[in-house]
């Protein structure tokens, strides 16, 4: 009971600062909101047409034709016929919108069926359906609108039906693709498995995945409807008069175009403002609909990640490190919360070591590591205190130009799943070359010889034919060390190795972490090297920096962390281990969860969790305490502090 109510209460207390409304975030956009804020004027005034004072749209009065703008009692003046143009400029855009929207909307649901029923059955069905599709678009649209109104006779119905039916191609096309995908993935299969009908899993499964691109595309489509149920009434073909719409109205002023331009100008203008709002809108409500915003960032990631430091450390004593970090902290800014992923941590790495960043899932470890070269998304990140020296250089205040050439550089990454880093369109020769040429002035045939060396020294097999092989066409290992022969091209002094063995199996998670140690000592690079795994940090790592909530809680060589470890954080990883040659060794799990970053406890963050945990570890900061030369801990009670002492 105790236990879930101490979940409880931070997860009750985080509620209260909820992530941006999805009107927080389109008003975020200025000119999504300054797009919806002339589109609502526009379509409050052309409904409150009924009740407005104004005079009838189509009375003509021949004894004020052409009267100007601005003239008494006709604010917008008049056109040929001696007709109030702002009455038929309000009536004609109430019709024009009208007429916009209802062909969207059928456009959109006859669109978006076919495209969802081709794309989930495919076979002979996928191929009649969009077969016809492809018979409708060998016709240029508007030509093939204007044979539809001529079949069926003009007239602003007719034209919204001619409007629809070329437009249902493009939704068709759409939403085909996506549907497509989405048929083969793993939780279609999983609704398939279940039991599920294929009209549930349609409608059920695909629909609601898809349903965002039908509103963005509809968003944006319906400004093009409205262009081209103009250009229908422009040629007199949708709306007959005495009927208004915005096309009708710039037909009529074709005839005067010259002598009194007003009268087209107006419902030109009118339709300039309408169609450029709702695109402006359009993309406002693609970007709500975007899940990198919806959760919570208020717009797309920059290149670097902000720096928002109000003082700078003192770099203190550190002889002989290549890279030093010093009171780092990255937080992220979501709605009314403050997610502090990084809490201040102290980091140092000497040239030609392993340095192991261990801790759970969500403990701040890849965060650590993406800051270092502002790889944290801004928004939602921000680097808000401490420093990183590369050598000498503040890898903070160094310009973007400047952390351009460093990466990839100087530092360079390997990641978790080398799949989803590769890109899949390049083969993996053109992306070494690329990375290669980034940063040296070689031509491409001295930086392909480069390429194939890098592979040999990875020991890749046939390494000039590897060069020619897409991703997907190699095994989990074999893109693993193309990421690593990228990391290598350059001759970085630091690599960042992220989980890069989490992913393979046991046999080539052990050739790959041998192939890493050897190119370490070989290149004299140094590695910070993120895992969970204190079995593969035994096997590669020279110190070891425990990571958890965002700090580092112990650090100190790996044969002193594994033998006496002092942090009961440290003592329960450790614990989760397997031992070869142990098989009644008891594997106990952590019980409870890591604290929820944006709202941390006072004093230890492991108390909760903690079987030692006393009365005076739940207040104050909990500052490093050192137990040795490199060694130290987070704790006022460390375990085995007597042996680490000695």
């Given amino acids: 009971m105790t236990d879930a109510t101490a979940d409880s209460a931070p997860r009750n207390k985080a509620k209260k600062s909820d992530r941006p409304s999805a009107?927080?975030?389109?008003?975020?956009?200025?000119?999504?909101?300054?797009?919806?804020?002339?589109?609502?004027?526009?379509?409050?005034?052309?409904?409150?047409?009924?009740?407005?004072?104004?005079?009838?749209?189509?009375?003509?009065?021949?004894?004020?034709?052409?009267?100007?703008?601005?003239?008494?009692?006709?604010?917008?003046?008049?056109?040929?016929?001696g007709r109030d143009l702002l009455s038929r400029l309000i009536w004609g855009t109430r019709v024009s919108l009208a007429v916009g929207v209802s062909a969207t909307l059928i456009a959109a649901f006859f669109g978006s069926l076919i495209g969802l029923v081709a794309g989930y059955a495919g076979g002979r069905t996928d191929n009649i359906l969009m077969r016809g599709i492809d018979m409708v678009m060998a016709f240029p649209y508007i030509l093939l609108a204007l044979a539809i109104v001529a079949v069926l006779g003009p007239g602003l119905l007719n034209a919204l039906y001619a409007i629809a039916v070329v437009n249902i191609p493009f939704f068709a096309r759409n939403i085909r693709g996506m549907t497509l995908g989405l048929s083969r993935r793993e939780f279609v299969d999983a609704a398939r498995l279940s039991g599920k009908s294929h009209f549930?899993?349609?409608?059920?499964?695909?629909?609601?995945?898809?349903?965002?691109?039908?509103?963005?595309?509809?968003?944006?489509?319906?400004?093009?409807?409205?262009?081209?149920?103009?250009?229908?009434?422009?040629?007199?073909l949708g709306a007959?008069?005495?009927?208004?719409?915005?096309?009708?109205?710039?037909?009529?002023?074709?005839?005067?175009?010259?002598?009194?331009?007003?009268?087209?100008?107006?419902?030109?203008?009118?339709?300039?403002?309408?169609?450029?709002?709702?695109?402006?809108?359009?993309?406002?409500?693609?970007?709500?609909?975007?899940?990198?915003?919806?959760?919570?960032?208020?717009a797309r990631p920059g290149a670097r990640t902000a720096v928002k430091r109000e003082s700078v450390p003192d770099r203190g004593q550190t002889p002989q490190t290549v890279l030093d970090v010093q009171e780092m902290r990255t937080e992220f800014h979501i709605g009314g919360s403050i997610y502090k992923a990084v809490g201040g941590v102290d980091l140092y790495m000497r040239q030609g070591e392993c340095v192991g960043l261990v801790g759970e899932s969500g403990s701040g470890?890849?965060?650590?590591?993406?800051?270092?070269?502002?790889?944290?998304?801004?928004?939602?990140?921000?680097?808000?205190?401490?420093?990183?020296?590369?050598?000498?250089?503040?890898?903070?205040?160094?310009?973007?130009?400047?952390?351009?050439?460093?990466?990839?550089?100087?530092?360079?990454?390997?990641?978790?799943?080398?799949?989803?880093?590769?890109?899949?369109?390049?083969?993996?020769g053109d992306q070494l070359i690329e990375a290669i040429q980034a940063h040296q002035p070689l031509s491409r045939q001295q930086a392909r010889d480069k390429a194939t060396a890098l592979l040999e020294s990875v020991r890749i097999p046939n390494a000039g034919e590897r060069l020619k092989a897409f991703p997907h066409e190699l095994s989990g290992g074999m893109r693993q060390r193309i990421s690593i022969a990228m990391a290598l091209a350059n001759d970085a002094k630091v690599i960042i190795a992220d989980e890069p063995t989490t992913a393979l199996d046991v046999t080539v998670q052990a050739q790959i972490l041998e192939l890493m140690n050897g190119l370490r000592k070989e290149r004299n690079t140094a590695i910070l090297f993120i895992t969970h795994d204190f079995g593969v940090v035994s096997a590669i790592c020279d110190r070891v920096a425990v990571m958890y909530a965002g700090r580092i809680v112990e650090t100190g060589t790996t044969e002193e962390i594994l033998d006496?470890?002092?942090?009961?954080?440290?003592?329960?990883?450790?614990?989760?281990?397997?031992?070869?040659?142990?098989?009644?060794?008891?594997?106990?799990a952590i019980e409870g969860r890591p604290p929820v970053v944006n709202n941390l406890p006072d004093g230890c963050a492991f108390a909760d969790r903690c079987p030692f945990v006393q009365d005076d570890c739940r207040s104050g900061d909990i500052a490093m305490t050192e137990l040795g030369e490199e060694r130290g801990v987070r704790c006022l009670h460390p375990l085995n502090r007597e042996t680490a002492d000695g």
């Fill in 23 to 81: 009107l927080k975030l389109l008003f975020n956009n200025t000119l999504a909101t300054a797009g919806l804020i002339v589109f609502a004027i526009i379509v409050v005034i052309a409904l409150a047409a009924p009740i407005l004072p104004l005079q009838p749209p189509n009375v003509t009065d021949p004894a004020v034709r052409l009267s100007p703008p601005l003239t008494e009692g006709h604010l917008l003046g008049t056109d040929a016929l």
């Fill in 564 to 588: 006496r470890p002092a942090h009961p954080y440290t003592a329960k990883l450790i614990e989760c281990v397997p031992v070869l040659g142990e098989p009644d060794r008891r594997l106990d």
């Fill in 240 to 298: 007959q008069p005495p009927q208004a719409d915005l096309g009708s109205m710039l037909g009529d002023g074709r005839k005067v175009l010259f002598t009194d331009a007003y009268v087209s100008m107006v419902p030109g203008l009118m339709i300039f403002a309408l169609v450029m709002s709702i695109n402006l809108l359009g993309d406002g409500i693609r970007d709500v609909l975007d899940p990198r915003l919806k959760s919570g960032a208020l």
């Fill in 365 to 428: 470890k890849s965060v650590t590591a993406m800051s270092l070269m502002g790889l944290v998304p801004t928004p939602p990140g921000r680097i808000a205190g401490g420093a990183a020296w590369l050598d000498s250089e503040d890898l903070f205040a160094a310009s973007d130009e400047r952390i351009r050439q460093l990466r990839g550089g100087d530092v360079s990454h390997v990641f978790q799943d080398p799949l989803s880093t590769l890109h899949p369109l390049f083969t993996v």
């Fill in 200 to 236: 549930s899993i349609l409608f059920g499964e695909v629909l609601p995945n898809v349903l965002p691109v039908i509103i963005i595309t509809m968003s944006t489509t319906i400004g093009w409807m409205i262009l081209e149920t103009a250009g229908l009434s422009f040629l007199g």
